[in-house]
């Protein structure tokens, strides 16, 4: 019985809101981390919680369950989008919202796929990248430096907060909480945080040069 729950549409649901607001508390953890960028001081501040991370005991297990939770998150959003598209195997006629579903909601797999290659390209950079006799941030301010990456960085962040409003509202609505209006307000008012806050790194040091 338990398994059959598990594995069934309401099952997948479940674990995929579970999943996915896990990754919103990572983004915000993430996010003001990142605003030390913004600070003049030379990136003493950054640097020093980079280090902090490094050296921390608790950092690969924590990133090994990041990844696994990533990585269900995904599998069960394509398995999600599969069993609706074998549901209504005939397309819709319109593409605007039919009662809670909405064009917007129905590219959630499309714009997740696409975030999940800003997150390989962004580790790339950043995570695996030559510092050579550089710190992070003079490597992270070097990247943003360059128009592509910064315009591209900054592109990826508005359709993060695109895909953010609707799984917020989509996790909610799974776990019955949606109907409270402060949590439809917080869930705009989070996606803006989220998205605006990365997005502003990138457009204040290309500026700031």
Not at 137 to 156: K, P, Q, S
Not at 170 to 189: C, D, E, H, R
Request: glycine share 10%; net charge positive; hydrophobic share 55%.
């Amino acid at each position: 019985m338990a398994e059959s729950y598990i594995t069934s549409s309401i099952g997948k649901k479940l674990g995929m809101a579970i999943t996915g607001l896990a990754l919103y508390g990572f983004l915000l953890g993430h996010l003001t981390g990142n605003l030390l960028l913004l600070r003049d001081d030379g990136g003493a501040a950054f640097n020093a919680y980079s280090d902090f991370l490094v050296n921390h005991p608790l950092l690969v297990p924590i990133e090994l369950g990041l990844v696994a939770i990533f990585v269900l998150h995904i599998f069960l959003a394509v398995s999600v989008a599969r069993d609706n598209r074998r549901a209504r195997p005939v397309g819709y006629r319109v593409t605007t919202a039919v009662g809670q579903r909405s064009w917007a909601s129905r590219t959630m797999v499309w714009t997740g796929l696409l975030i999940l290659v800003f997150v390989v390209l962004h580790l790339k950079t950043f995570k695996y990248g030559e510092l050579g006799d550089g710190s992070l941030y003079d490597l992270v301010v070097e990247t943003f430096r360059d128009r592509l990456y910064a315009g591209w960085y900054v592109a990826a962040m508005l359709l993060l907060g695109f895909h953010l409003w609707h799984a917020f509202r989509s996790a909610f609505q799974t776990l019955g909480l949606f109907a409270k209006p402060k949590l439809k307000v917080l869930s705009i008012v989070l996606c803006i945080i989220v998205s605006g806050g990365f997005a502003v790194i990138p457009a204040w040091i290309f500026l700031a040069q």
